[in-house]
């Protein structure tokens, strides 16, 4: 589960992590009465920034500086309900529904620092770097040398001396470096509380009066994790999440959106993950990874049905299940009411195997529905892809 930026800097803030005073505008108007706080009828200086889920919101004009109260309604006037297309977003962009007025800052220096869960090393790894403000996946590939990382044991938790090691590799001076053991301890502290799985400071700015502020917050939560932090949940913003992605949640679906033709509906991760690659092997891209689970129900299967025909660019759907906890049968009906439920008109190629294969397939022959079916993945794979030409 991914927040917003103004979100992520007040969950930090109660953390004592340094963060800029900003407010949160939904409207030009608020955006001009929050703007009174940082700019006087003298001037002042202030950044108006829109707050959607993805980066490079800079470079795409998301993100401006203003020097009156008329600058900040001008810039209010030009983001609110503006598109934004950035690097992440894809070519559709996201509607700017809100933006963040925040003080300015006096930078000196910019750096990179985040957290994220290390699988290979089963820790928390901090990573760190002096070329703050640019993207990490450009840095990691243009210069890796200019990464640090350190790796976090779960049993002690940060150590002092980790924190000085990243706080010298910046080339922060002696009278910076306390500031800096308490500001990388304060986010390893907000990181394992709230049970994220990714925090990024970009940039972490150091001012020239000499103090380290997160300038940017991105964080996102182990939505399984989630069961524990109602107040972290409350924070979820469905208007920047697919809507299909939204509809998968509400009967515990896994379902992540991808831009291929062809729709898949699987039981199991690993399979599912299989089915994809075997789709890309005959040729053809999936439109989606969805994981109905070990024990789906009939409802499920049938709301499953209804997130892959919503996709237009589905032009054939391929079922893969192999039933151990699952019956076969129960599949069977779920995609026979399914299919009749939405008036199925794209191909449906349907592979069953394992707990009730036979009487599964046997319930999709005795029904009226134009179901093409495959007793083994590669076969499967093969009608689905041949069905749509290789879209």
């Known amino acids: 589960m991914n927040i917003h930026e103004y979100q992520g800097k007040h969950l930090l803030s109660n953390f004592n992590v340094p963060v800029p005073r900003s407010q949160i505008a939904f409207t ?6 929050a703007s009174k706080e940082f700019i006087s009828d003298d001037g002042g200086i202030c950044v108006v920034k829109a707050q959607i889920h993805a980066g490079g919101r800079g470079k795409a004009g998301g993100v ?13 006037r030009e983001l609110l309900g503006k598109v934004l297309v950035t690097h992440q977003t894809g070519a559709e962009g996201k509607e700017i529904q809100k933006i963040l007025i925040e003080e300015g800052c006096d930078i000196d220096r910019e750096f990179y620092i985040g957290l994220v869960v290390d699988r290979a090393s089963n820790t928390v790894a901090v990573m760190a770097s002096t070329e703050g403000g640019m993207e990490i996946e450009e840095v990691a590939a243009a ?10 044991d779960p049993a002690t938790g940060l150590v002092p001396f980790q924190a000085r090691n990243i706080a010298f590799a910046l080339g922060l001076e002696k009278p910076q470096i306390g500031k800096a053991v308490k500001f990388i301890s304060s986010l390893y502290n907000a990181f394992v509380a709230s049970d994220c799985a990714m925090l990024e400071i970009n940039p972490l700015v150091l001012t020239k009066g000499g103090d380290l502020i997160a300038l940017d917050a991105k964080l996102a939560f182990d939505d399984n994790a989630m069961f524990r932090h109602k107040d972290i ?5 469905l208007d920047e999440e697919d809507p299909k992605e939204v509809e998968a949640s509400r009967f515990d679906l896994n379902y992540v959106s991808l831009d291929g033709s062809i729709g898949c ?15 890309k092997l005959y040729g053809a891209s999936p439109a989606n990874f969805l994981d109905v689970g070990g024990g789906a129900t009939k409802d499920q299967v049938v709301a499953a049905f209804k997130i892959l025909v919503s ?18 049968d129960i599949i069977a009906e779920g995609i026979i009411a399914a299919a009749s439920e939405v008036g199925l008109e794209i191909p449906l190629v349907v592979r069953l195997q394992g707990t009730n294969a036979d009487e599964g397939r046997k319930l999709l022959s005795e029904s009226e529905l134009d179901i093409i079916t495959a007793e083994q993945m590669d076969e499967a794979a093969e009608k689905v892809v041949a069905i749509t030409g290789k879209a």
């Open 64 to 76: 401006k500086l203003a020097r009156s109260r008329e600058e900040v309604s001008e810039i209010a």
């Open 311 to 328: 996709d237009t660019r589905v032009k054939a759907i391929l079922v893969n299940i192999f039933g151990g906890i699952m019956r076969c």
């Open 28 to 33: 030009v108007d608020e955006a001009v009465e």
């Open 265 to 279: 509906m699987v039981n199991g991760a690993g399979l599912a993950m299989a089915t994809m690659d075997i789709i």
């Open 143 to 152: 210069t890796p040398e200019k990464i640090l990382k350190e790796y976090i």
């Open 233 to 237: 949940e409350e924070l979820r913003d």
